[in-house]
Each structure stands twice: as structure tokens, then as C-alpha cells.
């Protein structure tokens, strides 16, 4: 998920017209999804990690977005990231309770 986060962007970048509301959405799906499912194969001791990783994933998209022609970066996005992140990590605790806690 993060290659294509970092090398997918320049198509990405000239077909991408959807309102900004939308593209806020999409990185919350996309980033909590990936978090969700780092959390999930790191296991309930070392979960945390992919509340690290994913937003350094995520830090590291913006920067990259400032040399892709067509894109920009923005520190909203980042924010939305990180938020998405944790509501990624939440949901797999909760998830992972709701299951008697086996991981």
C-alpha cells in the first residue's frame, strides 16, 4: 500500500477531480485500512508500531507530492493521516477485545 501511495502518484495526479471533502474521506479509508492491517500482522505486542509507521508513510507522501507536478502538499492531509492511524489502531483493538483478545 505505501509503493503505491509513493510511486503511483503521477497518474494519480491528472485524473484526480473529486471534490476535496471526498479526498479527505479517501485518506482516512486508505490510511486507517493500512493501519488497521499493519496493527493486525504485527500482532497485540508490537500493534503500536503502525501508529509510527503509517504516518511517516504518510508524512513521507507530502513531501513527495512537493516535486509531482500537478500535486501538492499539505499539512491537513498529514493531519488526516495520523488521525486516520489512530482510528486505524482503535479499531483493531476493538476488534481484536471483541474476540476474546487472540491475535
Not at 500535486?71 to 471483541?98: E, F, K, T
Request: charged share 15%; proline share 3%.
Amino acid at each position: 500500500m505505501a509503493a503505491i501511495v509513493l510511486f503511483g502518484t503521477l497518474r494519480i495526479g491528472k485524473i484526480n477531480r473529486l471534490p476535496h471533502w471526498f479526498h479527505i474521506v479517501e485518506h482516512v479509508f486508505y490510511y486507517g485500512g493500512m493501519t488497521l492491517l499493519l496493527a493486525h500482522a504485527l500482532g497485540r505486542r508490537l500493534f503500536w508500531i503502525a501508529l509510527l509507521a503509517v504516518p511517516l508513510v504518510g508524512a513521507l507522501d507530502e513531501w513527495h507530492q512537493l516535486y509531482v507536478p500537478g500535486r501538492n502538499s499539505s499539512a491537513i492531509d498529514w493531519a488526516v493521516d495520523a488521525c486516520a492511524a489512530l482510528i486505524g489502531v482503535c479499531c483493531y483493538r476493538l476488534v481484536r477485545h471483541d474476540r476474546g483478545g487472540k491475535s
